[in-house]
């Protein structure tokens, strides 16, 4: 059965969202590189002309176009040469990473876990995502993988800033109880952080795929069959970063990689003991790189 993505809102989910304001708002130099980058005639200059207009987004782009991430040659000072570099999609994803880490910011989420461990599992699954991407010869787009596992959990901070008390009681209970993360929210809050994440992606105009991966990267099985290998990627992912515990660790805690897992993406493995050391040093070189700052 495959995901029906035309499906009435939650009204939790749509009060929710309201009750987020203007944090739940893309600002509009976002939105815009967005809306580029769908276009199929834009062109790097396009972007620059979008990027200028930014002071911080064209330093922020500039850090990343130099730092160990992308690994591009150093001592990139053009921004003109930064986007020729990191193409039109990856210039987009740093420009939703600056703005969706103001959401991210040293907030108690409860279980001892602040907002800024759910900045780095979500950076984390990005560049696990990107890993496996690359390793199994994904016939997408490698940086639409990352930024799905950069955005897969942003449900839980919407959840956050709207019923703060409640998602404390799924931690904690959680942690207490253990079991599944998915259904003490659905029982508590109503509504799990896919859906939450699904409701958010629609409204920032987020492409299908990416809502759909957001909205069921625990339960890819149920996406479109031409959307399953990009969910069953980040749910990979997930569940390997949750088990490596990479910031927070909950959402997946419970779950192991079994050998359905490892057939679904098609990775053998062994290979991934090897990715895996590689793993923590990869995150740390993406959260130096694209972490908010405070």
């Known amino acids: 059965m495959t995901a029906n993505l035309t ?9 929710a969202l309201n009750k987020c304001g203007d944090i739940s708002t893309l600002p509009e130099v976002t939105s815009k590189i967005i809306e580029l980058v769908d276009d199929p005639q834009s062109t790097a200059r396009d972007m620059h002309e979008i990027i200028k207009t930014d002071p911080a987004l064209s330093a922020r782009i500039l850090k990343v176009v130099n730092s160990a991430f992308y690994g591009l040659p150093g001592q990139i000072a053009s921004v003109d040469r930064a986007i020729v570099l990191l193409g039109l999609s990856a210039v987009k994803n740093v420009a939703i990473a600056a703005s969706i880490s103001r959401m991210f910011k040293s907030q108690d989420v409860g279980g001892g876990f602040t907002a800024k461990d759910i900045w780095r599992h979500s950076v984390g699954v990005g560049v696990a995502g990107r890993s496996l991407a690359r390793a199994v010869g994904f016939v997408g787009a490698t940086d639409e993988v990352f930024l799905a596992g950069l955005i897969h959990d942003l449900g839980i901070m919407i959840e956050r800033q709207a019923m703060p008390e409640k998602l404390t009681e799924v931690v904690e209970r959680c942690i207490s109880a253990g079991g599944s993360f998915l259904d003490l929210e659905n029982e508590i809050i109503g509504a799990d952080h896919q859906a939450f994440g699904d409701g958010l992606a629609t409204k920032w105009k987020f492409p299908r795929a990416l809502r759909a991966v ?11 069959p031409e959307l399953r290998a990009f969910g069953r990627i980040i749910q990979f992912a997930d569940i390997w970063c949750c088990q490596e515990r990479v910031g927070f660790h909950l959402t997946a805690g419970h ?17 991934l003991a090897e990715m895996t050391e590689d793993l923590h040093e990869q ?11 405070g």
């Open 283 to 293: 995150i740390v070189n993406a959260e130096s790189t694209l972490s908010p700052a």
């Open 7 to 15: 499906a009435p809102a939650n009204p939790i989910v749509t009060d």
């Open 214 to 224: 957001v909205g069921l990267h625990h339960d890819p099985e149920r996406l479109a």
């Open 255 to 271: 779950e192991s990689l079994t050998d359905e897992h490892f057939e679904g993406i098609g990775l053998d493995p062994e290979a």
